[in-house]
């Protein structure tokens, strides 16, 4: 089912072979296919699609006890997004060194520089006032924030007043 996710995203020109489907007791939750190219937008992997669709149907940003089940094995972005979705078990088809030898995706740069503890990108660490704001407010609204036993997002509304006095990118 992966597999043909995938070349219905290739056979739609949405973005590369890359289809997933997320299961449930034995039952589809959802699936996604690689939409890069669609969307424009380059988070848009069919892991990540999929996980999307299937949080939304369960109302939920857990996924624990799913299986996701993807045409390769999910490139680092997927990864994160898959342990942060807490699914339980993945299962892939093609490896992250045959997508990279056929197609040439950089994941195994991407992986190897994570490994590494190597930036891809130049980063800096900028501290300005009331930077740990959001951090503060967010942990005293734990347990307020959240309901459900999974977790569902009901109340992540401030007063509007975050933000004030600082430089506008950060």
């Not at 369960?58 to 996701?68: A, E, F, P, Q």
């Not at 006032?129 to 951090?135: A, N, R, S």
Request: aromatic share 6%; net charge neutral; hydrophobic share 40%.
């Amino acid at each position: 089912m992966a597999i043909d996710e995938a070349l219905v995203g290739i056979r739609s020109g949405h973005g590369g072979p890359f289809g997933c489907v997320i299961v449930k007791d034995g039952e589809v939750l959802d699936r996604g296919h690689n939409r890069v190219l669609v969307d424009n937008d380059p988070t848009a992997h069919g892991e990540i699609t999929a996980i999307r669709k299937a949080c939304s149907k369960l109302g939920t940003i857990d996924l624990s006890g799913c299986t996701l089940y993807t045409s390769s094995e999910p490139c680092p972005m997927c990864k994160a997004a898959i342990v942060w979705a807490k699914v339980g078990r993945v299962v892939y088809a093609a490896s992250m060194r045959e997508a990279n030898d056929i197609l040439g995706f950089k994941d195994l740069r991407i992986a190897s520089a994570f490994r590494e503890g190597r930036d891809l990108v130049p980063t800096e660490l900028v501290r300005v006032e009331g930077y740990l704001e959001p951090f503060l407010e967010y942990r005293d609204k734990q347990g307020k924030i959240y309901r459900g036993p999974f977790g569902g997002l009901i109340n992540s509304v401030g007063d509007g007043s975050a933000g004030m006095g600082r430089p506008v990118c950060i």
